[in-house]
């Protein structure tokens, strides 16, 4: 019998007991959720935004439904990274499950700022730099430019021996070019991807839904073919592991992402529909590898063919 080993080593000491985790913006800090899921059993939680100083995030309303997703423009509501720091890492440190914490700035001083604060606290497993924020002013300067992407990731580099995972943004021409670019500047792993940049139209009024300038950030079902496709590049184009996400809802689509060429996959906005969500797709993707007899889930990669012609696979089961 197949012994399957789930456990994803993104580098520097962080290594994940499973492949499946809960993508930042979607699962707070995990204490809204501790009471209702078994926490402990997921490979990651990758937390809110947390930049320098508090915000308020957007004024309201901040999500509008959409045909197979749903539009976000929070805005990076969160507390702040000296209360992260001294209220919710001493928490983490009492939990088996890693917490990566989701950095985010409105400049490169913030960024290192924050992730300096980070700094061996107890309770903080890692990085992810969130390059890639769509809702606030400057979110995408850094994400949208290989040069002004790698200059982020080598200044936090500088500040910190944590695991530094970074998150790209889907909305850029290459996003192999950028992904490259932060994996020789320094990270150790990467996300791929964040939402993409969307709008939402309410003909009665002839108005944007969300406010400000009525656009947010696309997530669910939507956008998986989207983010498929970008993991499969930024695979083609690092080393480093990639960890995938973009309307994961179910085991199959975690699988998907396992073929296309990701170490460990993050569960987003399933999780406001079931909490749950992420543990069933961990259960789905355990029951998978036992039935094909996989001894790691990356067994499923798919490697791209090169320009000669490429016989046509045949299919085997996707139960």
Not at 15 to 27: D, K, M, Y
Request: charged share 15%; net charge neutral.
């Amino acid at each position: 019998m197949t012994r399957l080993d789930l456990g994803v080593d993104l580098g520097r000491g962080l290594v994940l007991p499973n492949p499946i985790g809960v993508a930042s913006g979607t699962f707070g800090y995990g204490f809204e959720f501790e009471q209702l899921v078994d926490i402990q059993r997921l490979g990651a939680i990758w937390t809110k935004g947390t930049t320098l100083l508090p915000r308020a995030g957007n004024p309201p309303p901040r999500v509008a439904e959409t045909t197979g997703g749903m539009l976000n423009s929070i805005g990076l509501h969160n507390p702040g990274v000296e209360h992260v720091a001294t209220v919710y890492a001493p928490r983490f440190a009492g939990w088996r499950v890693p917490v990566v914490v989701n950095v985010a700035g409105g400049g490169l001083e913030e960024y290192v700022a924050v992730v300096r604060r980070l700094e061996g606290v107890p309770g903080v497993a890692g990085i992810e730099l969130n390059i890639s924020c769509p809702n606030i002013a400057h979110g995408l300067d850094f994400g949208r430019d290989p040069a002004a992407a790698a200059r982020v990731v080598e200044a936090v580099r500088a500040v910190t021996r944590l695991c530094l995972v970074v998150k790209l943004s889907p909305n850029v021409t290459a996003i192999a070019e950028v992904a490259r670019a932060v994996e020789a500047a320094g990270a150790d792993a990467i996300s791929a991807v964040n939402t993409f940049v969307g709008m939402k139209v309410h003909l009665g009024v002839r108005r944007p839904v969300l406010p400000r300038g009525g656009t947010g950030g696309l997530s669910g079902p939507a956008i998986k073919p989207l983010a498929l496709a970008a993991v499969a590049a930024v695979r083609a184009a690092v080393r480093v592991p990639v960890v995938g996400v973009g309307g994961i809802s179910a085991a199959a689509d975690a699988l998907e992402f396992f073929v296309a060429g990701a170490d460990a996959v993050q569960v987003g906005t399933a999780s406001f529909a079931d909490c749950g969500a992420a543990l069933e797709v961990l259960e789905g993707c355990v029951a998978y590898a036992a039935r094909h007899r996989l001894g790691r889930l990356t067994e499923l990669r798919w490697t791209p063919p090169s320009d000669r012609v490429e016989s046509p696979p045949t299919p085997t089961s996707v139960r």
